[in-house]
């Protein structure tokens, strides 16, 4: 895949810890898929969409899965 275009993408946002998590996620089906595989027993989480100015992803190259 070429590098992915500025566009809207969706963070697991952990209430516990009250940052958003590091991975990117194309769609909120799959965002709350690996939250709900994350989250421990009773871990309560939200799905953030974010635009293209994501500060978790920042700057920083993304690699490829
Ligand atoms: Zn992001």
């Known amino acids: 895949m070429d590098r992915k ?3 809207h993408h ?3 946002h952990w209430s516990k810890n009250q940052r958003l998590d590091w991975e990117g996620f194309d769609t909120r089906a799959e965002a ?3 939250a709900i595989e994350l989250a421990a027993p009773g ?3 939200t799905i953030e969409e974010v635009s293209a100015t994501c500060s978790v992803c920042g700057p920083k190259a993304v690699s490829a899965n």
Do not use: L, Q, Y
């Open 5 to 7: 275009p500025n566009r």
């Open 43 to 45: 871990e309560m989480f």
């Open 32 to 34: 709350t898929a690996r």
């Open 10 to 12: 969706f963070h697991i």
